[in-house]
């Protein structure tokens, strides 16, 4: 009986916020409000950004044999050095050369099918970006004109080791020669062609100049954390107290204390009105089987259903009719010297309620919305059906 108590102390306690449904939704709106402003809170990051050309170099080979490329070979050029600037390895140059650990936040985007490439870096404040996005065009360029070399310095070494052969060959043949054969001549073009290219600057050029723009746009809203979090917080806290409803069988809606020929009496009764509701009382008390004499027992559906607040509305206004009084069970006061007797039985399974039960003249049940449950009120309907007394039902609410 003890474990049934606090099982119900525990529902009381949970249902006073979720049956109705404003509480809870606006305790989950509170909450996700709360939540979303720090999970979502807008980004504070500045992004730098700087547009460069990337010019693709020539190759070694056509240097070598003085031709021109015969296919468009920039499409795949330009993925080999995006994929660079994807890389970790990048990203590691770009740390190292800020003297930093961590990685920075940069990005690579390529305009459409061009040469042209936007270099982005995000942080804390806008010299940081700056800082940062200026390392990462300097990287790059490294990166670059280390390929340039690498690219033609083997076939520099090559034609450097092929010319002094020529030119001992020439001297072996013609002793008095004048001038260096035609083959000599082309090997002296191509060197220093590629000499040339070694000290070119690298085919990296800046074309826009680095812009800062900090955090725009919905993202970037204080309001979206708070509004976002509270909308999601006052759907999930709804949702879950009409879950709870349905499956604890709380009693919701007076509604669902009507019967197939008998409607439950309205209005609902507010249990934390100290005074007595007069238009209420009067209400209830004109809808109650006539006559409206004799005893009449007002018990709960549960211990906590307001079997005392109903009762004393009943008394009020049966006391404009004639004389009335109240009188609690529980007191063990029974004393029935009125022309209408009000009796607050408690609960339905009182011992003193079952023996009021089989003298009243008639029977009101008190249901709590939000406290009782149907399986409460079908079996206190069921306790008390049985005796020919005219039975009604008036819903409380706290």
Request: with cysteine; charged share 20%; net charge negative.
């Amino acid at each position: 009986m003890e474990g049934a108590d606090v099982g119900q102390r525990r529902r009381t306690a949970i249902s006073k916020w979720v049956t109705p449904l404003w509480p809870i939704t606006l305790v989950g709106i509170v909450l996700g409000a709360l939540i979303g402003a720090v999970a979502l809170a807008p980004s504070k990051d500045v992004t730098a950004s700087t547009t460069i050309r990337v010019d693709e170099p020539i190759e070694a080979n056509q240097i070598m044999l003085g031709t021109q490329p015969l296919l468009n070979t920039m499409p795949d050029y330009m993925s080999g050095e995006l994929a660079y600037l994807a890389s970790p390895s990048y990203l590691d140059s770009v740390a190292k050369k800020l003297g930093e650990n961590k990685k920075p936040n940069v990005s690579a985007s390529q305009a459409g099918k061009s040469n042209l490439v936007t270099l982005s870096a995000t942080a804390g404040n806008s010299d940081e970006a700056r800082r940062t996005v200026d390392a990462a065009v300097i990287v790059f360029t490294g990166h670059v004109f280390d390929q340039n070399q690498q690219r033609y310095q083997a076939s520099l070494d090559a034609v450097n080791a092929v010319i002094p052969k020529l030119e001992e060959a020439q001297r072996a043949s013609e002793p008095v020669a004048t001038r260096p054969t035609d083959e000599l001549v082309q090997l002296y073009f191509r060197r220093t062609s590629l000499q040339v290219e070694l000290l070119r600057t690298p085919g990296v050029q800046t074309v826009e100049p680095t812009r800062v723009a900090e955090a725009t746009g919905l993202l970037s809203s204080p309001a979206l954390g708070p509004v976002g979090g509270g909308l999601l917080g006052g759907i999930v806290a709804l949702a879950g107290a009409m879950v709870w409803r349905t499956r604890s069988g709380t009693v919701t809606s007076v509604s669902q204390l009507d019967g197939d020929d008998k409607l439950a009496l309205r209005p609902v009764l507010r249990l934390a009105r100290r005074e007595v509701d007069e238009v209420a009382a009067r209400t209830i008390y004109a809808q109650l089987p006539r006559p409206c004499t004799g005893t009449i027992l007002v018990v709960g559906a549960s211990a906590d259903s307001g079997s005392a607040t109903v009762a004393r509305h009943i008394a009020f206004a049966a006391a404009e009719h004639g004389e009335a009084v109240s009188e609690d069970l529980a007191e063990g006061d029974s004393a029935r010297r009125a022309e209408t007797t009000i009796l607050d039985g408690g609960t339905w399974s009182s011992p003193v309620a079952v023996e009021a039960a089989d003298t009243a003249d008639q029977i009101v049940v008190a249901v709590r919305i939000g406290f009782d449950t149907a399986s409460d009120v079908d079996i206190a309907a069921r306790s008390v059906a049985h005796r020919d007394i005219p039975v009604s039902v008036v819903a409380t609410r706290a």
